[in-house]
């Protein structure tokens, strides 16, 4: 069956990094469009940034564009979200996502989902 499953997420201070790790299995990974999600507590899941299925597209959230970058290895089947200049308000449950047919920032479009990383930004 189809497993995404996240890992990277942590505790980390205002201004520092992390990189989200999330590695596909049991799908044509090259053949799906790759979302990220986020969800803060008692908010609903939103997008935060996507690749194309080549890796040469990305799109991204107003408010992580220019700190956050989406890549991935079609070899590894692995996606990324690197995470710089963190704020309090990144502070969420981060999920990725896949989809096999057009891609978008609702979480309908998305078929499968991993089980979310904790990330944690502190003052």
């Known amino acids: 069956q189809v497993q995404l499953v996240e890992s990277g997420g942590g505790l980390v201070q205002a201004g520092g990094s992390l990189r989200l790790s999330c590695a596909a299995s049991?799908?044509?990974?090259?053949?799906?469009?790759m979302g990220w999600f986020r969800q803060a507590a008692g908010k609903e899941r939103e997008f935060v940034g996507g690749i194309s299925r080549s890796g040469t597209s990305t799109y991204y959230a107003d408010s992580v564009k220019g700190r956050f970058t989406v890549s991935r290895d079609n070899v590894k089947n692995t996606v990324y979200l690197q995470m710089n200049n963190l704020k309090v308000e990144d502070t969420a449950v981060y999920y990725c996502?896949?989809?096999?047919?057009?891609?978008?920032?609702?979480?309908?479009?998305?078929?499968?989902w991993g089980q979310g990383t904790q990330v944690t930004v502190s003052s």
């Open positions: 996502a896949a989809t096999s047919g057009v891609w978008g920032v609702s979480t309908a479009r998305y078929e499968y």
């Open positions: 049991g799908l044509s990974f090259s053949r799906h469009y």
